[in-house]
């Protein structure tokens, strides 16, 4: 205990405290209340996988495949928990086990912002400035009252990841391997492919910046070998989500993000290359005006779904039509770019004011990686805003084009923007010539504060306070709008001004030898808590907790209560009352023709594009699908309708039609009877062995046993027959007919089809991802190897920690 240097540790314990009371503060409805958020896109997620969830809780198995969704998908992308991966049970360590999960993701943003600091060399006080800035910044926390959790779990790790970085580079490679390590493994573990790409665009400048330095300054050998060790580190990071990171490879290719299946799409245009279509990609890109909301919160109207409050025009145009309560507070404030957002990317004022500030005064390479990322970060996020540039990116930077909602980058910017305006700080508190520093702190001061000013005064008469979606509302309304959005952007203008100008008399007289530091910390630190918390509170606060049973309850409509009076449950449903792809309720209790997925399979969207949405609906595909009810839209709600048409579950045809393309065999099913005849592509010829013919009525075929991930049959025919199912074809189903593998087909552009024998037979399909298998061993053989290096490293600091106490002393 005599060479633990309490003094010296104070700082980090009370960085930790600190931490723990804000995020505990922040979530105290939840902590103490036994409240919970709603989460909207959790709750909409809900149905995908949701039959595999139930499937574990009442047997205890995994199943590889889920029915919950678009007719049917791989499962370990919706539903499949680790039980061997000890790396991921030390990642809860991190968020001192918070309950819910949400909740520990902020702490994470604070810790481990907090590192990055450290090493960045700024000291414990300005790191939790630092830290208390970007972890309370307002994408961060609206994503969460999102429900995108893994995103922010991934958000968390960047920021330590280049910590680590930096610490390898400065040659202290013990606490930098530790670090980078383990958060490099977290990142990749917790799966959000986009967060961690963009954390590669701002690893990619700060490494050729310091291969620069290292140039210039004959270092390239410790440069190399800082680089060769990082990568070693990067690569036994993988290690543990193995099981993620391979087999996600391998199923991405048949997903709407792989190569097109088709020669031309349903419009007739010709198919793009692999990837997202640009135009759906692009959809949510952030308005290069809007930028401003980095610096302005409600520079555009904040959200889409905005409490405007009892002292609002709307609240006033509205209070004759008796809707003004319920209206004010869902507003549609939002005037920008997007189709809708949940919020502002807000920095922060100070935060904004102190990265002009750092652009000035900060030398050496921090500044140029983080400026340059800065950079790349604000022109991906304008996406369809900037296509002179980001039309080429999306077409040339490596696996760009897999990901969407361009806006998404501005993530970059919220790590790059804090870290310098604490450089800034840095800096100028170790630097001895106060006087140096005035007219930068002039400058910076003038642009943020004097642009800030001139749109509080002038703002409201600069734009138009209109977007394309205000059409849907009348002129008296519209007025209101305009002159709440009109008060925001002034009033928020007027607020930011204020804030910098506190922030620059703080420091300005600190540079007059008129303030101690201290006091100068603790300032700016009052100041960036009050400002980001403040902020927060307009999109995450007390309103939007409610009790837990409440929160995360999923009721059955008066539809869905109607169908599951159906005994025989394998059918399918298509909702029509609602936005049928995008959205996934119905999944919760049905197995669903629709549905929402990120990692939907490419001939399922073919199906979609050609003949499940606005060009027609084609009765015959969903006949095939086995689509037994319909819920349409009706003047006062909705209601269910049978099919009495569906197939059911598996059938004989008594033709095939045999056709050269997949382009071929999609356009055929526009006139194709399903129920005789399947048209199949030549490619698999070789697997049928008879031609069909009519079927007599003491043919037939009958699932007798189902789960998720294995269906049963029985078929009794006088001859050989194709039978085709009512089930997606993917290549981890495997067929056997009495025990015997047989080979099943792809018949009907996405269905199941298989030659059945004469006479009576079981035949079973069944589900079994090999390649999971495979990957989960790695990944669980991986994550014990990753354990005993974090523990030896550990082990090596506080061994060389007691040896250089014991030799100092």
């Known amino acids: 205990m005599k060479n633990i240097d309490w003094k010296k540790g104070l700082p980090h314990l009370v960085a930790i405290l600190l931490f723990l009371g804000l995020t505990i503060t922040y979530f105290s409805p939840i902590m103490f209340e036994n409240k919970d958020m709603a989460q909207a896109d959790l709750i909409s997620g809900a149905g995908w996988g949701n039959d595999a969830k139930q499937f574990h809780e009442e047997t205890g198995e995994y199943t590889f495949w889920s029915n919950a969704m678009f007719g049917g998908m791989p499962a370990n992308y919706a539903y499949m928990p680790r039980t061997n991966n000890i790396f991921e049970r030390f990642s809860k360590l991190v968020m001192f086990n918070l309950p819910p999960i949400h909740v520990g993701v902020v702490f994470l943003y604070l810790a481990g912002f907090y590192i990055f600091l450290l090493a960045l060399g700024a000291n414990p006080w300005l790191s939790i400035i630092g830290a208390i800035a970007y972890g309370l910044s307002s994408y961060n926390i609206i994503i969460l009252e999102a429900g995108h959790v893994n995103k922010a779990l991934v958000m968390a790790t960047m920021a330590p990841v280049l910590g680590g970085i930096l610490l390898c580079y400065r040659k202290k490679f013990l606490w930098g391997s530790l670090i980078t390590l383990f958060f490099t493994g977290l990142n990749v573990l917790w799966n959000h492919q986009q967060i961690s790409y963009y954390l590669l665009l701002i690893i990619i400048p700060l490494a050729i910046v310091y291969f620069i330095f290292a140039l210039r300054e004959k270092k390239v050998k410790d ?25 996600t490879a391998d199923y991405s290719k048949e997903t709407m993000r792989g190569g097109a299946v088709l020669q031309q799409t349903a419009t007739g245009e010709k198919s793009g290359k692999s990837g997202l279509d640009i135009d759906y990609a692009y959809q949510w890109s952030y308005g290069r005006l809007e930028t401003m909301t980095m610096l302005i919160p409600n520079f555009y109207g904040a959200s889409s779904h905005y409490n405007i409050g009892r002292d609002s025009e709307t609240y006033e145009a509205l209070k004759q039509t008796g809707q003004a309560e319920q209206f004010s507070k869902h507003a ?27 652009l000035f005064v900060v030398k050496g390479p921090e500044k140029w990686w983080i400026l340059a990322a800065t950079i790349i970060s604000i022109i991906l996020s304008w996406g369809k805003n900037f296509m002179v540039v980001n039309e080429f990116l999306y077409n040339s930077l490596p696996l760009y ?8 980058a501005l993530v970059i910017a919220g790590v790059t923007m804090v870290a310098l305006a604490i450089i800034a700080l840095r800096d100028i508190l170790k630097a001895e010539d106060k006087k140096a520093f005035i007219k930068p702190l002039y400058y910076s001061a003038g642009i943020t504060g004097g642009l800030c000013l001139l749109l509080a005064l002038l703002g409201g008469s600069l734009f138009s306070f209109t977007s394309a979606s205000d059409v849907n509302y009348p002129q008296w309304l519209l007025s209101a709008f305009i002159e709440d959005r009109q008060g925001m952007l002034t009033g928020d203008a007027w607020r930011s001004f204020f804030l910098i100008l506190l922030s620059a008399g703080g420091l300005w007289l600190y540079l007059n030898n008129k303030l101690k530091a201290s006091y100068l910390m603790a ?10 918390w403040t902020v927060d509170k307009r999109f995450l606060n007390n309103d939007h907790f409610m009790p837990k049973q ?29 936005n049928t792809f995008n959205e996934s309720a119905t999944s919760y209790f049905h197995k669903s023709v629709g549905g929402y997925s990120p990692v939907k399979l490419r001939r399922y969207q073919d199906i979609i594009d050609f003949y499940l949405s606005n060009r027609g609906i084609n009765m015959n595909v969903l006949n095939m699908l086995n689509t037994k009810y319909v819920i349409v839209p009706t003047e ?14 598996a059938w004989f045809v008594d033709s095939l039609l045999w056709v050269d393309s997949p382009d071929d065999e999609i356009h055929a099913l526009g006139t194709l009877n399903p129920a005789t005849m399947a048209v199949v592509e030549k490619t698999w010829k070789e697997n049928v062995t008879v031609e069909p013919v009519v079927v007599g009525d003491s043919a037939s075929i009958v699932m007798t046993q189902y789960t998720p991930g294995k269906l049963t049959y029985q078929s009794h025919s006088d001859k050989a027959r194709v039978a085709v199912f009512s089930e997606v074809f993917y290549k981890t189903w495997r067929a056997t007919i009495d025990g015997q593998p047989a080979t099943p087909i792809r018949v009907n552009y996405i269905l ?3 030659e059945v024998p004469a006479g009576q037979h079981e035949v079973v399909f ?22 005993v290096i974090l523990f030896s490293l550990v082990g090596l600091l506080i061994f060389t920690g007691l040896r250089k106490r014991k030799e100092t002393n």
Not at 401 to 408: E, H, L, T, V, Y
Not at 523 to 532: A, T
Not at 557 to 565: C, G, P, Y
């Open 332 to 358: 549609p404030m939002y005037w920008g770019d997007q189709p809708f957002t949940s919020g502002p990317v807000y920095m922060g004022a100070i935060i904004c004011f102190l990265f002009i500030l750092g």
């Open 636 to 649: 006062n709600g909705s209601t269910v309708q049978q099919n009495p048409d569906a197939l059911g579950n």
């Open 223 to 247: 440069f190399f070998l800082s680089s060769g060790l990082l990568l070693v580190i990067a690569a036994i990071a993988l290690l543990p989500a193995a099981d993620r990171l391979i087999p």
């Open 550 to 578: 409440v929160a995360k309850a999923i009721k059955p409509t008066q539809n869905d209560l109607l169908i599951l009076q159906d005994k025989d449950p394998n059918y399918r449903v298509l909702n029509l009352s609602t």
């Open 752 to 754: 199941r089809g298989l």
């Open 523 to 532: 300032l700016i630190g009052l100041l960036v808590l009050i400002d980001m």
């Open 401 to 408: 084009n897999k990901f969407r909602a361009p806006s998404m």
């Open 766 to 787: 069944e589900c079994v991802d090999e390649l999971y298998l495979k990957s989960a061993r790695w990944s669980s053989i991986g994550s014990i190897f990753v354990g």
